[in-house]
């Protein structure tokens, strides 16, 4: 029993200690706060000395102390006029920042001691601007302190060029770092606001400094790299640096010049608007052509590829020049085909923007032998089996590509619209003359005598630009009538090989200013030959071309703009008086509209004319052209009407539920269609929610099979005779903009990185 008394005496004391220390600290707390105000709003001769003693003393305590008392006073301490207080203060606020979640909202929530915070970060005292940068820095640790400091990012990004005249090491770090942090955390619309002078200035300083980063890494000497394995110049990510340039180019970086669309067509086709018309209603998605061009139309200085030719410098000099070449370029990771959130798109890649080139993703360094087999240069130097393993290359990996190439390899880089103003420009144009999102553009670079790729078929169309030297190609008869599909898995190499394919190819022989249209489906390959350049006047041995290709993303196809069009007509039916002789309950349209959609793409599986692209959004898109258009769309009506199967749809309902798959995740690309506050209860939304999908069995279970299907004929029949050409127009031409708006804010983010680590200076006068 002494024991137990003992032992609980003891617990009592050690109570009576704690609630004595906690007296004595909340004492202290309020003493500190009250001489802090006393010293604030008097004219005393020691006030200074006070202060600062009273702030050591909450220094001190930090993160034990109550801050909020103290938190009234910031304001006023930030405006002394003492350095040292100032400091002082500002490193209380970064230390209270990192105390506490709640502690970090009620700083950055307080107004008037933000605007001091950002007032002090372009002083002209060293210490006190770089005791602001690192009390921004973290306060912008959280969520809440980056979400107040992006309303205050103009002001503060203002603040912190002002301060970057020093040339001392730590204070230039600190700001970069601070203004990096501000712009990266900012939205679209916040980076419109900051003055475009101050964004251009603040771009030329920090590629220079990226440029540098990008070569210490490339050459790996004074690079180094974090604890997750990212490379660092002083204390500054490179991705981070990658990203501040990519997001303020989206608004203020020179963009290519204006898309002279008709410049494009004459260069490329070389010819007039009938004869362009002409391909389209004719030969386009149909059948190759080869469009001669005896002048060298690429070399002229007119010409849009001149700006390119021009840049890679003389014939003999190119082949030299590749490692040059190589070393300018960074990788540029593809974005999801229905992605219309820059701001999403730079959170996926932003680890990776500003890294050299990836192999297979970027560059490929290949060769057929016996025209089947296709060696790949680096897995033959590993000895790997696996040939799509992602690997950046590094300085002594450019320089390989230049003994591949001597050694008879092919270099293959993708994504030359993203890293040279002028080749955008005439992707733009393209894109515009096919009314498509976007054009990409891929280099080949092929020595004399050798054959690159293996024979294989694409799923885009392509125009091969023949810039120089010259190419032989054979186009094999397409094995499918149908068009195969973005995405969709090509015909395997065997397949391809097939002696019964031979039959009825055709060759060509490209010479410089030539262009091949090669279109969709149709197997090809292509060599250079030591007989090829005779009569051309040529003696470089090698081959230097462009394929453009119009990739017809899912929206852009026939079968898009019909899913398009139901969508407008049920929109119609949403706003329409639901009246109650429409012999339809609106649960069973519901239904019947979801079967519809799956109907479509079911006959879009089979018939060849729903997988053509759709040139609705051409720019050239009227006369004859036009008419086309809507004649086609009336066609494909017909085959709604005729071909949709309620049980088919029915079948590959089910069958996707029992998979757990959504049945309408081929059309959530739909959901850029919806205007903000739609109804959900009566809403067509396709993407709203997988539970659309689920709960459509259900409904077929509450109604009896025979009444649904019936309900199906009734909405299809309605549909196909309602559905208006003009209302699904311009439903599908803003969509199309949605597409084009987000593809040209990736691509002048990359242009921007690429023009900080080459001299463009010819390809932008162009």
């Known amino acids: 029993m002494e024991e137990q008394q003992q032992q609980h005496d003891e617990k009592m004391k050690r109570k009576r200690r704690i609630m004595k220390k906690k007296k004595k600290k909340m004492k202290n707390e309020k003493t500190v706060f009250a001489l802090l105000l006393a010293a604030l709003c008097s004219n005393c001769r020691n006030r200074r000395a006070l202060i600062k003693k009273c702030l050591n003393r909450v220094f001190l305590y930090l993160p034990h102390v109550d801050f909020s008392p103290i938190l009234s006073l910031l304001p006023a301490l930030l405006k002394f006029n003492c350095a040292g207080i100032v400091c002082k203060s500002l490193e209380i606020m970064g230390a209270a920042s990192l105390a506490s979640f709640a502690m970090n909202e009620k700083i950055a929530e307080e107004g008037d001691t933000m605007k001091g915070l950002i007032s002090l970060l372009g002083s002209s005292k060293r210490g006190t601007a770089m005791a602001a940068c690192n009390a921004l820095l973290d306060l912008s640790t959280t969520s809440v302190g980056r979400q107040r400091l992006e309303s205050k990012s103009p002001a503060a990004t203002d603040s912190l060029a002002a301060g970057m005249r ?58 180094r790299c974090d604890r997750r394995n990212k490379f660092c110049i002083s204390n500054v990510k490179t991705s981070n640096m990658a990203e501040c340039i990519f997001r303020l180019s989206i608004n203020y970086s020179p963009q290519p010049g204006p898309v002279d669309f008709e410049h494009v067509k004459k260069s490329i086709f070389t010819l007039g608007e009938a004869g362009f018309e002409q391909f389209l209603l004719e030969t386009w998605e149909t059948s190759p052509m080869l469009i001669r061009n005896p002048s060298k139309a690429s070399l002229r200085q007119d010409s849009i590829f001149s700006p390119f030719v ?32 820059i701001l999403h798109v730079i959170k996926e890649i932003k680890n990776h923007l500003g890294c050299p080139v990836i192999y297979h993703q970027d560059i490929r360094v290949v060769k057929t032998q016996c025209g089947e087999r296709e060696l790949r240069y680096f897995q033959e130097q590993s000895g790997s089996s696996c040939s799509l393993a992602p690997r950046a290359l590094s300085f002594d990996d450019i320089l390989k590509c230049e003994v591949a190439f001597q050694e008879g390899y092919s270099i293959a880089l993708r994504g030359m619209e993203f890293r040279y103003r002028s080749i955008a420009t005439i992707a733009d144009g393209l894109a515009s003359l096919f009314g498509q999102p976007s054009a990409g553009v891929n ?23 023949q810039l120089i030297g010259a190419k032989r190609w054979t186009i094999f008869p397409r094995p499918d ?16 090989q097939d002696e019964s394919c031979n039959d009825g190819c055709q060759q060509f022989l490209l010479k410089e200013g030539d262009v091949l249209y090669i279109p969709r489906g149709f197997p090809h390959e292509a060599r250079t030959g030591i007989g090829d350049n005779q009569n051309v006047n040529d003696s470089t041995g090698f081959s230097l071309h462009l394929t453009l290709a119009i990739e017809i993303e899912p929206p852009f196809e026939w079968e898009g703009f019909m899913q398009v069009a139901l969508y407008c007509w049920d929109k119609k039916q949403k706003v329409l008086p639901y009246t109650s002789d429409d012999s339809v309950p609106w649960s069973l349209h519901f239904l019947s509209v979801k079967l519809l959609h799956i109907a479509i793409k079911l006959i879009g599986n089979r018939d060849p004319g729903f997988r053509k692209a759709c040139l609705v959004g051409a720019i050239h898109s009227n006369g004859c052209l036009f008419n086309n258009q809507t004649t086609i769309f009336q066609y494909l009506i017909s085959r709604i009407t005729s071909d949709s199967n309620f049980s088919d749809a029915v079948q590959h309902l089910e069958a996707a539920i029992d998979k757990n798959e959504d049945p309408l995740e081929y059309v959530r690309w739909m959901k850029h269609l919806y205007e903000e506050g739609e109804e959900v209860e009566r809403s067509q939304s396709l993407s709203s929610s997988s539970a659309d999908s689920r709960c459509l069995p259900d409904l077929l279970i509450q109604h009896n099979r025979d009444t649904a299907e019936a309900a199906f004929v009734h909405v299809k029949s309605k549909f196909c005779r309602e559905v208006e050409f003009q209302d699904a127009e311009q439903h599908y031409k803003l969509l199309l903009e949605k597409y084009r708006k987000v593809r040209k804010q990736y691509s002048t983010g990359m242009l921007s990185l690429h023009s900080a680590l080459h001299d463009e200076h010819e390809v932008i006068s162009s």
């Open 166 to 223: 020093s040339e001392e090491d730590d204070y230039p770090i600190l700001l970069l770092q601070g203004t990096i942090a501000l712009i990266n955390s900012c939205s679209v619309e916040q980076m419109q606001h900051i003055p475009t002078e101050l964004s251009e200035r603040f771009l030329v300083l920090l590629k220079s400094l990226w440029r540098q980063a990008h070569n210490q890494r490339l050459f790996s000497s004074s690079a």
């Open 481 to 496: 009538p149908r068009l195969p599909r973005l995405y969709e898995p090509c015909d395997s190499l065997h397949d391809l």
């Open 443 to 465: 280099m080949y670079l092929t020595p004399s005598n050798s054959q690159g790729l293996a024979r294989h078929s694409d799923d885009h169309c392509v125009f091969v630009c």
């Open 310 to 341: 021009q840049y890679l410098g003389s014939k003999e000099a190119i082949s030299i020049a590749l490692p040059s070449l190589l070393r300018s370029i960074i990788s540029c990771p593809a974005i999801a085909s229905d992605e219309l959130d």
